[in-house]
């Protein structure tokens, strides 16, 4: 049997290493993607050896949970054969976890989160209002794009986010 490929991949914790913080969920496809781009680069192949080093980046509690997962456990002769693939493997990691699905990247909740925490901040710089914006302009394009709120709702909730004070002071 061949010899895994783990000494042509990047140590966990190195600089350029794939990572994935779970406290940021939306992240999780970024991270297979990077493993994606690790892989073929290292020439691993195998499945098993996909997601061996798939848990190898992520924290004791995530690897843990994704090595618990069905998709991940290897042939067994003492049980029957269950073909999963990584593909099938990674497709089970991620479902349980908000946001990483094209369909439900961003909510109405997000953009809520973007606009309150402004208004409470008072925005007072140009730093400020760009940060706001840029923010804003992330979510509620995306949540415009897939027919979630028209433009007019989007122009209203913007400029909730202003707060009164600064919103007094454009109007003037």
Known sequence: MAQPH???????????APSFN???????????????????????????????????????????????????QPYDDSQPALPYSYDNWKCAVISPYPGTDAATKYSMADLDQIMGKAARTDIKTIG?????????????????????????????FFRNGLGPSLWSNIQH
């Open 6 to 16: 783990y000494n042509s991949m990047l140590a966990r914790g190195h600089g350029t």
């Open 22 to 72: 779970p406290s940021e969920p939306r992240e999780l496809p970024r991270y297979f993607t990077e493993l994606k781009f690790l892989f073929a680069s290292c020439g691993v192949t195998k499945n098993a050896e996909k997601k061996a080093l798939g848990i190898c980046y992520v924290d004791y509690n995530t690897s843990e949970q994704w090595l618990s997962i069905l998709e991940y």
């Open 128 to 156: 400020q209002f760009a940060d706001y914006y840029r923010k804003f302009y992330q979510v509620s394009k995306w949540l415009t794009d897939s027919g979630q709120i028209g433009s007019l709702e989007r122009d209203h």
